[in-house]
């Protein structure tokens, strides 16, 4: 009976942690469109600063995935993108604007492709590598490629003028750079349950 409840318990514990985790990610991927709205400029490029809090995204979404599984990931994925949506209808309404739904469709379809492809490499590249850091690098640079191209299609769907190109090859550089300081902190020491409950089963 008592190893029931210490199991009971560890369940509710983590399904809380988890919560945490897919919380954490939501009000992120809020901040990242609140973000969205204020421009700066460098050089010649016009910019937001969501482009500092994107990396964040997908850090939390490899988090996620490597305690708690792709199931979790998924959910977590879902739930973000549905409050971003959310928060940007009632944000609408409170302040009474006309919500603009193109940019903002291509905002959460970037978003959800990109997190997709992300969560199915950075899960093979863990269950079948030793994490290369130049690995994950790609990774994020072919997320980060897939989300803002979508997200300024929608925005500007101007894909043929130079200041597309160089907004974009801008947002992937500073993208990239953040990248590579987030990456220090992604090792394979995290070793889910869920992942070792596989290997047991695979012997």
């Avoid at 009000?27 to 990396?55: C, H, M, Q, R």
């Amino acid at each position: 009976m008592e190893k029931k409840t210490l199991k009971k318990r560890k369940k509710k514990d983590e399904e809380i942690e988890s919560w945490v985790y897919i919380l954490l990610l939501a009000s992120t991927t809020i901040l990242a469109w609140v973000l969205n709205k204020f421009d700066f400029e460098l050089g010649k490029v016009t910019l937001t600063a969501a482009v500092f809090v994107y990396p964040f995204l997908f850090f939390i979404a490899n988090i996620i995935t490597k305690k708690y599984g792709v199931k979790e990931t998924i959910n977590a994925i879902t739930y973000s993108a549905g409050l971003m949506l959310l928060f940007a209808m009632v944000s609408g309404i409170l302040t009474e604007q006309e919500i603009d739904y193109i940019p903002l469709t291509g905002e959460l379809f970037g978003y959800m492709m990109s997190q997709a492809i992300n969560l199915c490499i950075y899960f093979y590249l863990y269950m079948n590598t030793m994490m290369n850091k130049f690995l994950l690098l790609a990774n994020y640079i072919f997320a980060f490629m897939i989300n803002n191209f979508i997200a300024m299609f929608f925005t500007s769907r101007m894909v043929l003028l130079k200041t597309f190109w160089r907004s974009f090859i801008a947002i992937i550089l500073i993208q990239t750079i953040i990248s590579i300081i987030l990456i220090l902190f992604d090792n394979k020491k995290i070793e889910p349950k869920v992942y070792k409950k596989l290997m047991k089963d695979e012997k």
